[in-house]
T-cell receptor
Framework: RKEVEQDPGPFNVPEGATVAFNCTYS??????FFWYRQDCRKEPKLLMS???SGNEDGRFTAQLNRASQYISLLIRDSKLSDSATYLC???????????FGQGTTLQVKP | EAGVTQFPSHSVIEKGQTVTLRCDPI?????LYWYRRVMGKEIKFLLH????????ESGMPNNRFLAERTGGTYSTLKVQPAELEDSGVYFC???????????????????????FGPGTRLTVT
């Protein structure tokens, strides 16, 4: 079983749609949680950290449920520029190493 | 501020040859990480340096991989001899270091944002 599981998609949505991605993690000792974005043939870039109370950054909302070991990302009013792969990432242990999900591909169409 | 840089951007070598990848972290970042993405798989952790010391090398696949960070600045990752399954994209990342005291007096580590380099695409033929 993978440590971080994501639905790989692809999710094909029209501009303006709302789309939600989910992710589960297996290690209950995980301490930090993130969503990274990766464009084709580029490096991963931090989109947002995920806090237990939930957090929002513009059109993006992230939620964490520690009891269910579940993380979500909601994108409202999708833009063409949101097309990318979204990586669910957790960090555990005392070194800060990141554990990645396989990524969910989003394609926003005009 | 310059970002994380990696060299080369691409490398094509034959099985059995040696390749050395280089990573220059963001200036002042004590933490340096190596990750790898093999085609069709998720990005996986290889190892972590704090300054020049290896903190965690649990992700290194085998003893054909050798990472160094002499002087605590740039790092190199050598693959010798390369095998076909070593093909993939090798990412380097760096971050600040922050230590916090947890309940009970134990030391913990809060993960700061890791900034990734553009990666080295390695193809072993």
């Amino acid at each position: 079983r993978k440590e971080v599981e994501q639905d790989p998609g692809p999710f094909n949505v029209p501009e303006g749609a709302t789309v939600a991605f989910n992710c589960t993690y297996s290690n209950s000792a995980s301490q930090s949680f993130f969503w990274y974005r990766q464009d084709c043939r580029k490096e991963p870039k931090l989109l947002m950290s995920v806090y237990s109370s939930g957090n929002e950054d513009g059109r993006f909302t992230a939620q964490l449920n520690r009891a269910s070991q579940y993380i979500s990302l909601l994108i409202r009013d999708s833009k063409l520029s949101d097309s990318a792969t979204y990586l669910c990432v957790v960090s555990s242990g005392n070194t800060g190493k990141l554990i990645f999900g396989q990524g969910t591909t989003l394609q926003v169409k005009p | 501020e310059a970002g994380v840089t990696q060299f080369p951007s691409h490398s094509v070598i034959e099985k059995g040859q040696t390749v050395t990848l280089r990573c220059d972290p963001i200036s002042g970042h004590d933490n340096l990480y190596w990750y790898r993405r093999v085609m069709g798989k998720e990005i996986k952790f290889l190892l972590h340096f704090v300054k020049e010391s290896k903190q965690d090398e649990s992700g290194m696949p085998n003893n054909r991989f050798l990472a160094e960070r002499t002087g605590g600045t740039y790092s190199t990752l050598k693959v010798q001899p390369a095998e076909l399954e070593d093909s993939g994209v090798y990412f380097c990342a760096s971050s600040h270091h922050f230590v916090t005291e947890l309940a009970g007096g134990a030391s913990g580590f809060l993960a700061y944002e890791q900034y990734f380099g553009p990666g080295t695409r390695l193809t072993v033929t």
